[in-house]
């Protein structure tokens, strides 16, 4: 099985992907199409050129690295393919039709809060829910519906939502994904040293009420469009 994680910034998707690599039977690639999302847009992140002296940056290099031919190998049963829902920019999803899809999303005004640090006036492009919501619905005409997570859920239950989404993936539960040793992993990307701060410090799912964040005025028209996108996946989360 290949599961195609499309998450929006921030929104606990490195700790998803961290706890999975966690059972022996998963194998975890971290934002495969990356470099390839760089190459396609011309965006400019703190990484931009971490990444693309290192990372798969045309549409077949990403679509081989993603091959789960040597986790097959290995004994693995599934390969977790954890991504930025806009890294699909520039690709058709239809050739991950035959995968299984998770879309992960946050709350936009948190989404703001943490894009802040590195991007004072992010777009659509950069904080996603357009992105998720038409990837939402193009799975569901093709009778594919995603399982769509809410990250204030997974926050606030992280053992009563990964149960749901195991289940959800027709996966037995495992309680080793609760956990995980402090620090990097091998698979982490070159972005890690910018982003992944908070998970290298954790060692677990813990659970706690999401925060409130204040939204800047400056945002405040982006903000009240995300917050109608983030309400259609609400409407269908786990």
């Known amino acids: 099985m290949v599961v195609h994680l499309w998450s929006g910034p921030r929104s606990l998707s490195t700790a998803l992907m961290y706890s999975v690599a966690q059972r022996p039977d998963f194998r975890v690639l971290d934002e495969p199409l990356y470099g390839h999302f760089l190459t396609h847009t011309g965006v400019e992140r703190p990484c931009r050129e971490a990444t693309l002296a290192s990372w798969p940056s045309t549409a077949e290099e990403a679509f081989r690295f993603m091959a789960p031919t040597a986790g097959e ?72 519906p995603p399982i769509v997570v809410s990250s204030d859920r997974l926050q606030r239950d992280p053992e009563h939502q990964l149960r749901l989404l195991f289940r959800a993936l027709g996966l037995e539960w495992d309680p080793a994904v609760l956990r995980w040793e402090a620090g990097a992993r091998k698979e982490d990307g070159p972005w890690a040293p910018w982003w992944y701060g908070g998970v290298h410090a954790s060692t677990g799912w813990e659970a706690r009420p999401p925060q409130a964040y204040a939204v800047p005025s400056h945002l405040a028209d982006l903000h009240a469009e995300c917050q109608k996108l983030h309400a259609q996946l609400l409407q269908n989360a786990i």
């Open 73 to 144: 190998e290995s004994g693995d049963r599934v390969l977790f393919c954890k991504h930025m829902a806009n890294h699909l920019a520039g690709w058709e999803w239809t050739r991950f039709a035959h995968h299984r899809h998770v879309l992960l999303f946050r709350d936009p005004a948190a989404v703001m809060a943490s894009y802040g640090a590195h991007i004072d006036r992010p777009t659509m492009l950069d904080l996603c829910f357009a992105d998720q919501v038409e990837l939402m619905q193009a799975l569901e005409s093709a009778g594919t």
